[in-house]
């Protein structure tokens, strides 16, 4: 059987300037990085402010296990297979961080006859765009630093700053410093560390933006920290958003690339799914949207972090309204959900998936609630019996919905024909009538106790009077009408990660609030949240290398 | 009358894909970043190896000054007349840094109608190559203290750990940091810190690297710190090497830009020219040389220091032979060597002219020391008076050397027409016997001393016990074969930037001295050299944004 990597290296991309001409782009709207990569000008292209008129299919999970889902991998093959059957379909996904590459093997392309390429360079620099946005990032902290050197006439108290550093990298060393030691003419000491630059706000706002105004505008928005008196200090009071914006201005533009199939997939932007709300950019969203007929997407986790939050922030914020769902599911994931250790999923064990199955049923009920309707994708693995497989379908259709076996893996979009054509009728039906899950108007704590209640069937919150008077202040300071995003673990709909299948009794404990006043949300983080990763004992930095033709070794 | 930005908008750049084919590269060979700018792959154009069939042309400058003698314009000018008038030449130059663009105004791409460009582009992110770098650098930082966090097998000394972290931003409170604080899951708390990227030893080695096969050898040669008895412990037995030259594979490729004239320039590589080297890519100057009949390539600061390096470092290391140098020199710049005030140079002084010449002519005879002829350009200013003028041409004259007056950056190419006859003919002449100032095996505290008397005419050299000791471990560990890299004011023959002209009687104290041993030299610190930038009171940064149009605001 072949690897990733290989089936990556066999396959013959096109040149992107042929898959921007398919899509109808013309040449001066293409910026080429390379042969296989572009950027595309939308102001150029005429897309810029254009209306969606594609149809947008969001492909979400079960909560994830250690099998593995598949949901990039199925979100490429069902893309492939809605191209096969005739439909115009556009990918809008996640670009992958460079960081973690170095500690474990494996990027974030897909896999199997499923991928996007050319996956080297897109789990590399790719072109450019999270490095433009640690750059940005980190001019903001020197320009905090430096106001504050240089008399501190905004009065920003340097206990209560806020905004850290970033890098792309894994480095436990950096997530805790103390910074400016060495005397006056390195500025005042504080303590300070380093998040990954996916968790940066800045990449979350690159997400979120229409626009390059509406960026500069968010970028303005960030609160960086408060003065002595506890008022939010911006980007804007430290005039930093117009030169964070001439940074980013080249990253605002949505990558094409394409799937093996040949088909096209714009990868732009890829924010933390836990303390961000881990959708690829708006813009590239909008941009698909405007070029496709269907364009099918992704968000992170299981769909109770993350198609909630790509309903509630990104939808509600872009005004996107999804035709349908997808979520994936496997025998193997359900089979674990339903309490068999992952060495034991080799064996078929029919009652284990049918005890599994209701994390799956839950997620069908949770989206439904949004008014988009939901399909099932049945991410076929070898291992799989078709007793099991039946039992799956069968739950999945008693309630009300499709289950599609897919074996885009193996084939490519052949093997996701069945998925297609569900997907596409059902999208095209008009039965979706989408609608948040909660009100702008209602309190933040309220807002926290919606989701908790209503997706992750907690029987309430917890919060410390620390936390409610933190979201209090924000209320009173204007943050109020902003949603929450809720950073949790992503194995359980619980905060406990060991609660698996469909728990209910629990309490979600909210430990602590961040405001993302740029992005325009309000973390709500319940439990250990990591945002600057560690590498491994023996990293795969150790191993990857150029070998003697000039290929990649060790990074996949 | 226009300013450098006005004027590069002004101009209309022709596509990257017809200065390539001009050039005779392959499509193939040529992968583009947007229209204007362009990463040569050398093996697809069969440049891998190449042996050099051009001459090389070296421009340096007399001590600069507050004044600016206009270097890069010059080569720019010289570059565009020698194309002018029938010579197929190409430019090799250093790309610029990011982070200073946000602390003061200004670029560094030439001047006037003597520039390359995209300005904007090759000031900002360009192709990515300093990201690169970065990533590379921080990327074996992480990995040394994951090391130690694991258990230490090579019983690094933690208190010895040389190798500091790279952000190109200027960022003062980033100098100095106590890092991995915070408990045991972070790390063994150390004191570290950051310089901006441009000092990374990872940029001097991409430098002089002469292919990737070099790179990750010279990476592997790093010396990252020393273990508790003093050894020292490399990049490669960090197993860090082959990771750092995966991450470099894209960043080592040479980038194509153009003049204003639309003459092919290879921009590529821009190491620090105090603690390193300070020249532009081996790989860069070598493809130039296979491409163009001449080769006009720079060197940083003065000739004391930029072209003792270019010629003891980068031609030794590379093999490269000079056909000639043009040393550009000022009215204005040799006035205030002569002792005249920024203020009072709008005023004709023909003696100050005279008296400030010392200068020049130091830096001819030192460049002749090399067996390089030498051409002087004089950088024409409006303010400069005919009188003035003749003093110069009269002094170089008297040194038995060319002087020719250059209207390059009012007149682009053409003003530099009788330059570029004069550097032609003396190139193609013959004339020029190139040999590096002193041998491979002399001790490296006699190759110090060579430089300050030969070059700066010092009457000696003071270093402290530990310095000379210093010297001493490395000779004993294998590295005395090695040149030395100097790092000292740039304003000064001597260490003290207040002495102009030609100071004698000085003696050139050793503060410090530092091991680059991927990149192969040993730096002799003699002074204070900031390694990490501050931003100044009111940053450019705060005044940089994109205007309606689109365009960069307050960047130049």
Known sequence: MLTDIQISRAASLQRISVIAERLGLEEAAV?????????????????????????????????????????TTTSVGLADALNRIGHKTVLALREPSLGPCFGTKGGATGGGYAQVGPMEDINLHFTGDFHAITSAHNLLAAMIDNHIHWGNALDIDVRRVVWRRVLDINDRALRQIVQSTGGVGNGFPRESGFDITVASEVMAILCLARDLDDLEERLGRIVIGYTRQRQPVTASDLKAAGAMAVLLAQAIKPNLVQTLEGNPALLHGGPFANIAHGCNSVIATRAALALGDFVVTEAGFGAD????????????????????????????????????????????????????????????????????????????????????????????????????????????????????????????????????????????????????????????????????????????????????????????????????????????????????????????????????????????????????????????
């Open 31 to 71: 910026e080429p990085y390379g042969h296989y990569k572009a950027k595309i000008d939308l102001k150029a292209a005429g897309l810029d402010g254009a209306e969606p008129r594609g149809r947008l299919i969001l492909v979400t999970a079960i909560n994830p296990t250690p099998a593995g889902e598949g949901k």
């Open 305 to 556: 972090l993350g198609a909630e939050k790509f309903f509630d922030i990104k939808c509600r914020q872009a005004g996107l309204a999804p035709a349908a769902a997808v979520i994936v599911a496997t025998v193997r994931a359900l089979k674990m959900n339903g309490g068999i250790a992952k060495a034991e999923l080799g064996h078929e064990d029919v009652e284990a998936v049918r005890c599994g199955s209701v994390n799956l049923i839950r997620h069908i009920e949770n989206v439904r609630q949004f008014g988009v309707p939901v399909v099932v994708a049945i991410n076929h693995f070898h291992s799989d019996s078709e007793a099991e497989i039946a039992v799956l379908r069968e739950v999945a259709e008693a309630q009300g919905c499709e289950a599609h076996l897919c074996r885009h893996w193996a084939e490519g979009g052949a093997g996701a024909e069945s998925l297609a054509h569900a997907v596409a009728r059902i999208a095209a039906g008009g039965e979706a009538q989408f609608k948040p899950l909660y009100d702008d108007a209602l309190p933040l704590i309220d807002k926290i106790e919606t989701v908790a209640k209503r997706i992750y069937r907690a029987e309430g919150v917890s919060a410390t009077p620390a936390v409610l008077a933190q979201l209090q202040r924000w209320e009173e300071a204007g943050y109020g009408h902003l949603p929450v995003c809720m950073a949790k673990t992503q194995y359980s709909f619980s905060a406990d990660p060991t609660l698996l299948g469909a728990p209910t009794g629990h309490v979600l404990p909210v430990r602590e609030v961040r405001l993302s006043a740029g992005a325009g949300f309000v973390v709500a983080i319940c439990g250990e949240i990591m945002t600057m990763p560690g590498l491994p004992r023996i990293p795969a930095a150790e191993t990857i290398r150029l070998d003697a033709q000039g290929e990649i070794e060790g990074l996949f």
